[in-house]
């Protein structure tokens, strides 16, 4: 019989390779039809009308000039928030259908609310605004080892609201037939999309909803939901007959449909003479809009240091709703703590590099050995970016106006499958095809079930049919929390394995072999001890008769972690080297370094794509990134893509990645990685931008002004 | 209190924005194609086309296809809404991001900042005429060689910048590449492998 174990490295033909994705060439031709690219027979366009107030009540909301504009076909106006209060600008409060967009974005128009304005609060890089009791958390006596340490480092550093920024905005297309709800939404959540909220707005029950979605354009942890807009569509499509589109435009889609929480922080680092760190204490404040607040994972990674004290304080403000954003919390709090490490590290006169290594017992977790993870990374991505021969103490970054310095960072992430299942089906004429209710948000799902199947099977990965994106197929999770990888290759190799031995049950009389002694290898069936035996796989499944063998395989997140087929803890290094001009403040990005682990890599190409993009977002909020809101007016001055700025080509310098894959690595089993590279690259940034110019620049993004700003704190150009 | 305000709340004006809003009221010929057809409409009605739909014909991807538009319509809108050519995306709208991008007479054009009847008599090439699956072009396939794309939505825009600066700059080094696709953004962060994939291209080792 064959096992579900991983086969090791010498076994394996397509686990562990770099194999092409396999719907890279429908992408690359425009073929892919995603979401927003469904265009539904009698279809109507929706738009939306959303508040211009940070804080007001609703008065009233009157459609009846809209309704007769030309075009018009449904209406929909939020009669539960008349009387009450809209809480930021860009809530949505009324929408409009029509035959074209241009007719709705018309119609919109005329549509007439009436506000009753209130106060509202939309900063949150104060404490002060923070109000009532903080959370507290303390373990040890903070204050005495702090009075005990040889040297007390204090700083302030500052991370801001960000957005997601999805190219394809937020939205669906829904569409009522014969009482059954059909939407194709850009969703990271297919089976658990089509929830009450959709069923009740469209008057069907929830098991009548029929989700697909074959290509989304990003999602970073915004898009589990229908949301409000999904909800309106679905409404729309009800009271108008006809099936609607709604996705949002740029300035919504930027303002409400995504915000991570901000962070901001004052911290004390105690550290003896030598460089060991002895406590740690912050004040953490931050707003993730109304509700929620910010990141709370103080100290990151380096944090079993027996005296620390973290006092956090939730804002709120008058801003849209905060989402999870890749990696949630991880990204503030690493670049919080490596931050003001690295700045200890600098007061003692230390290298950087040398003060983390020394401290990296502090890093110790139950899930993997951290410390010893750590260290090997360090050492790669040292060697990587040529860390002896570049490193240099603060501020000594040449004589010119241009000063070059190194940064490092270190984060680490869970990652372990979610639930999934999987049925893999085996017909008598050979074919194979595997569906599972997954998605693929351009990280290679699709690519990746198809090389589990192909090498359970022995099998070509290209003649693996591979069926995801509808919720009628078995249950799989959300694509959260980098728990994809890890659900469905599991749930694949298990689904494929049990259909496997069905047909080596088949074959074994003829092979005149025990099903035990047989492997499924290279497109035959053969005996392992005398390959000569063989029957070719066509063959093999024509012995089925006239029936398909179908498999369900499932992923019991704890057992699968039990056996090593996934688990969860991973740890990852990135280093910097950057060049600051300190006439004129601008950074440039020189090189950055990563060095990943993620347990077994099923295909090492896209697994490196998905650690260059995480750097690459990374970079992208190191440097430009910032959801900019106006105090008085409460609205966010950046709504747009030349304001909201994202890196270009040009911006981001060399790239190095390095996935660790030796043995010891991958028997932890697959383990998800959308989310650790994306973590570090802000704090291992803003750490070579203080080596390289002599100052901390506290607050992200590492925008010209700030740097010269920081710059003149210290008294001018160093 | 009663107030008219756009959907976001944001006071800013685009410069699509505002071509869409001349076109709602009164379209100036001098903003639209100089075909010879047009301008004898608009006279015909003092100066002015539209604001109804009007019949036009776009050549598109070496086919003629007739459509009734608005003339406020842009070319993008017209594409993707009217005659589902999706390939084009609609990500920023207003000319920054590129996703868009089509050739147009063979020379790169952002298609939400252009009006659809502007577009009349030109020829029209979006990513789906530049390759199919099973027949892609030297850009499309060092795209899939080097892994150039992750969610791919900003991908059709990419291809289509790149196609037509390969073909004008042959041996293009990185640093020409980065210029040269400095008008479209990627958010995925799939810059690494469209380096390579350009450079590729660009010498043909595809």
Request: net charge neutral; proline share 5%; with cysteine.
């Amino acid at each position: 019989m064959a096992k579900v174990d991983w086969p090791a490295a010498e076994q394996r033909s397509i686990i562990g390779k770099r194999i092409d994705r396999a719907d890279g060439s429908v992408k690359a031709t425009g073929a892919a039809k995603y979401s927003f690219d469904i265009n539904r027979p009698a279809m109507l366009w929706a738009k939306v009308l959303s508040s211009p107030h940070a804080r007001a009540e609703v008065v009233s909301i009157d459609t009846a000039a809209a309704e007769k504009m030309p075009g018009v076909k449904g209406v929909w106006k939020d009669d539960a928030i008349v009387g009450k209060e809209v809480l930021y600008v860009g809530q949505i409060v009324a929408a409009i259908a029509a035959e074209t967009e241009e007719a709705a974005t018309e119609a919109i128009h005329h549509v007439k609310v009436e506000y009753k304005p209130l106060q509202h609060q939309v900063r949150d890089a104060d404490p002060a605004l923070f109000q009532g009791d903080p959370a507290k958390r303390e373990n040890g006596n903070v204050d005495e080892a702090l009075g005990k340490a040889d040297l007390v480092h204090t700083g302030y550093y500052g991370v801001p609201v960000i957005t997601h920024c999805c190219l394809e905005p937020h939205g669906q297309v829904a569409e009522l037939r014969d009482g059954e709800l059909y939407v194709w939404p850009s969703t990271q959540s297919v089976f658990g999309y089509g929830d009450r909220g959709l069923a009740d707005a469209a008057g069907v029950p929830q098991n009548k909803i029929h989700v697909d979605c074959q290509y989304m354009g990003a999602g970073f942890g915004s898009k589990f939901n229908p949301g409000k807009w999904g909800v309106i569509s679905a409404a729309l499509a009800k009271t108008s007959g006809r099936p609607v589109k709604l996705m949002l435009d740029r300035d919504l889609e930027l303002a409400i449909a995504g915000n991570r929480p901000s962070g901001f922080a004052k911290i004390k680092v105690g550290a003896t003479k030598d460089g060991n760190i002895t406590a740690f204490d912050c004040e953490v404040w931050g707003t993730a809009g109304m509700s929620g607040g910010p990141p709370d994972l103080m100290p990151y990674v380096f944090d079993k240091m027996p005296d620390q004290r973290r006092t956090v304080k939730r804002i709120a403000t008058n801003r849209g709703p905060s989402a999870a954003w890749r990696a949630p919390r991880h990204p503030q709090n690493c670049y919080l703590t490596m931050s003001a490490l690295a700045d200890t590290a600098a007061a003692l006169k230390m290298d950087e590099l040398e003060f983390f290594l020394k401290n990296i017992e502090l890093t110790k977790r139950p899930e993997f050995d951290a410390p010893k993870v750590y260290t090997e990374e360090l050492k790669l991505a040292a060697e990587m970016i040529g860390w002896k021969n570049k490193a240099h103490l603060r501020g000594a970054g040449g004589p010119g106006p241009v000063k070059s310095g190194l940064g490092l960072s270190l984060h680490t992430w869970g990652g372990q499958g979610h639930g999934s299942e999987c049925d893999v089906t085996i017909s008598p004429d050979g074919s194979v095809e595997a569906k599972i209710a997954t998605q693929d948000l351009g990280v290679g799902t699709r690519t990746c079930i198809a090389m589990v199947v192909a090498e359970t099977l022995g099998l070509p990965h290209e003649v693996v049919k591979v069926q995801i994106g509808k919720n009628e197929f078995p249950r799989s999770g959300g694509s959260g929390g980098s728990t994809t990888i890890g659900g469905i290759s599991v749930s694949s190799r298990r689904a494929a394995t049990d259909a496997l031995n069905e047909v080596l049950a088949k074959v074994a009389p003829r092979l005149g072999a025990e099903p035990d002694a047989l492997e499924a290898k290279e497109g035959v069936i053969r005996v392992a001890a005398d390959p000569k035996k063989k029957i070719t796989w066509k063959n093999a499944c024509g012995m089925l008769g006239v029936t398909a063998v179908t498999k369900r395989g499932v992923n019991v997140p704890g057992d699968s972690a039990k056996a090593n087929l996934t688990s969860a803890g991973v740890g990852g290094v990135q280093m910097a080297d950057v060049s600051v001009d300190v006439e004129t403040g601008v950074v440039t990005l020189n090189e950055l370094v990563a060095v990943q682990d993620c347990g077994l890599v099923i295909n090492v190409k896209l697994a490196e794509s998905q650690v260059f993009g995480g750097m690459i977002m990374g970079i992208t909020s190191a440097l430009y990134e910032e959801a900019v809101y106006d105090a008085k007016t409460g609205r966010m001055l950046n709504a747009d893509m030349e304001f909201y700025r994202l890196a270009g080509i040009k911006d981001v310098g060399k790239l190095k990645v390095h996935m660790m894959t030796t043995p010891d690595y991958e028997k932890r089993g697959v383990i998800g990685l959308g989310e650790p590279p994306v973590i570090s690259p802000a704090a291992a940034i803003g750490n070579a931008v203080a080596n390289a110019c002599g100052v901390r620049v506290p607050n992200l993004p590492l925008t010209p002004d700030r740097v010269l700003a920081a710059l003149s704190q210290k008294g001018g150009v160093v | 209190m009663s107030e008219r305000h756009d959907s976001s709340g944001a006071a800013s004006v685009s410069r699509r924005g505002f071509l869409k809003g001349v076109g709602a009221g009164t379209a100036a010929t001098a903003l639209l194609s100089p075909v010879a057809l047009r301008e004898a409409q608009a006279a015909a009605n003092g100066g002015v086309l539209g604001p109804d739909e009007i019949p036009i014909t776009l050549r598109i991807n070496g086919r003629n296809r007739q459509l009734r538009v608005e003339p406020r319509v842009t070319l993008l809108d017209a594409l993707r809404n009217r005659l589902d050519v999706t390939g084009p995306k609609k990500v920023c709208d207003r000319g920054t991001c590129g996703a868009c991008t089509v050739l147009v007479d063979g020379q790169p054009a952002y298609s939400c900042s252009m009006l659809a009847v502007e577009a009349e008599g030109r020829a029209i090439t979006t990513v789906e005429g530049l390759g199919t699956p099973e027949r892609m072009n030297a850009v499309q396939k060092a795209f899939v060689k080097h892994d150039a794309q992750q969610c791919g939505f900003c991908t059709p825009g990419f291809v289509t910048a790149a196609t037509a600066f390969v073909r004008k700059n042959p041996n293009a080094s990185p640093d020409e590449i980065c210029k040269g696709l400095g008008g479209n953004l990627c958010r995925c962060g799939t810059y690494a492998g469209m380096l390579l994939a350009v450079a590729d291209a660009a010498k043909g080792r595809v």
